[in-house]
């Protein structure tokens, strides 16, 4: 069965960081463009960021660039996000996705049902 589950969620102050993970089971990120979106209350998804594995091409949105780093570890099974000087309009609940088309970026996300695979979310709030 495949299985994204995100994690390391949590309460931060502005300015701080946070690093979220994704693991996935029943797949490898090979030959997938792996994603994180977000989804703050009452917004639609927005695209933050989009990894090719083969290729290690990173994509990011305006609003994350130079702030929020995407990687994977080298088995190809773990997404991270490394979320530095957090803004309190970074607060949402963040998903990873995982899509088997190469260097696909879905930049006007509606639904994450675009996505092949996708997990149930990991709340990030900054707040003082």
């Known amino acids: 069965e495949v299985q994204l589950v995100e994690s390391g969620g949590a309460l931060v102050q502005p300015g701080g960081s946070l690093r979220l993970s994704c693991s996935a089971s029943?797949?490898?990120?090979?030959?997938?463009?792996m994603s994180w979106v977000r989804q703050a209350p009452g917004k639609g998804l927005e695209w933050m960021s989009s990894?090719?594995?083969?290729?290690?091409?990173?994509y990011y949105s305006d609003s994350v660039k130079g702030r929020f780093t995407i990687s994977t570890d080298n088995a190809k099974t773990t997404l991270y996000l490394q979320m530095n000087s957090l803004k309190p309009e970074d607060t949402a609940v963040y998903y990873c996705?995982?899509?088997?088309?190469?260097?696909?970026?879905?930049?006007?996300?509606?639904?994450?049902?675009?996505?092949?695979?996708w997990g149930q979310g990991t709340q990030v709030t900054v707040s003082s």
């Open positions: 029943g797949f490898t990120f090979d030959g997938y463009t």
């Open positions: 996705a995982a899509d088997r088309e190469p260097t696909v970026i879905r930049v006007g996300v509606r639904t994450l049902s675009e996505y092949d695979y």
């Open positions: 990894i090719y594995s083969f290729s290690d091409n990173l």
